[in-house]
C-alpha cells in the first residue's frame, strides 16, 4: 500500500477553480493506477478521475471537459486541476492509489470542497 495526502481543498463560488494535490509515498516502483474520488454524505464515494502509468486518463462524464488528473513521477504528486466548479461538484475528495488491475488499496484522508452558487 502507499501513503497518501490530499491539500488544495477550500471553498469557491461556482465557476471558480481549485487545484487538489496529492503526496504520494511508500513503495512507489511498481505500476500503480492512481485516481480521486469523492462522496457526500448519504451517497456512494463516486470515481472522478483516474490516470494509469502510461498517463492514460479517464474521467467520469460528469467533471469531462472540466478537470484534468496528472502526474508528477519525479515528485510522486497526483494533481486534480478543477475548472468551471458547480455546486453538486462539492464533496469531500479522495485520493486513491491500486496495482494495476487490482482493487484500490490505499487511500488518502480527504480534503473537502465547497461550491456556492
Known amino acids: 500500500q502507499l501513503h497518501l495526502v490530499e491539500s488544495g481543498g477550500g471553498s469557491v463560488q461556482a465557476g471558480e477553480s481549485l487545484r487538489l494535490s496529492c503526496e504520494v509515498s511508500?513503495?512507489?516502483?511498481?505500476?500503480?493506477?492512481l485516481g480521486w474520488f469523492r462522496q457526500v454524505p448519504g451517497k456512494a464515494r463516486e470515481g472522478v478521475a483516474e490516470?494509469?502509468?502510461?498517463?492514460?486518463?479517464d474521467y467520469a462524464e460528469s467533471v469531462k471537459a472540466r478537470f484534468t488528473i496528472s502526474k508528477d513521477n519525479t515528485k510522486n504528486t497526483l494533481t486534480l486541476q478543477m475548472n468551471a466548479l458547480k455546486p453538486e461538484d462539492a464533496a469531500m475528495y479522495y485520493c486513491?492509489?491500486?496495482?494495476?488491475?487490482?482493487?484500490?488499496?490505499?487511500w488518502g484522508q480527504g480534503t473537502q470542497v465547497t461550491v456556492t452558487s
Open positions: 490516470i494509469e502509468p502510461d498517463g492514460t486518463a
Open positions: 511508500g513503495n512507489t516502483s511498481g505500476r500503480h493506477l
Open positions: 486513491a492509489a491500486g496495482p494495476c488491475g487490482r482493487a484500490w488499496d490505499s
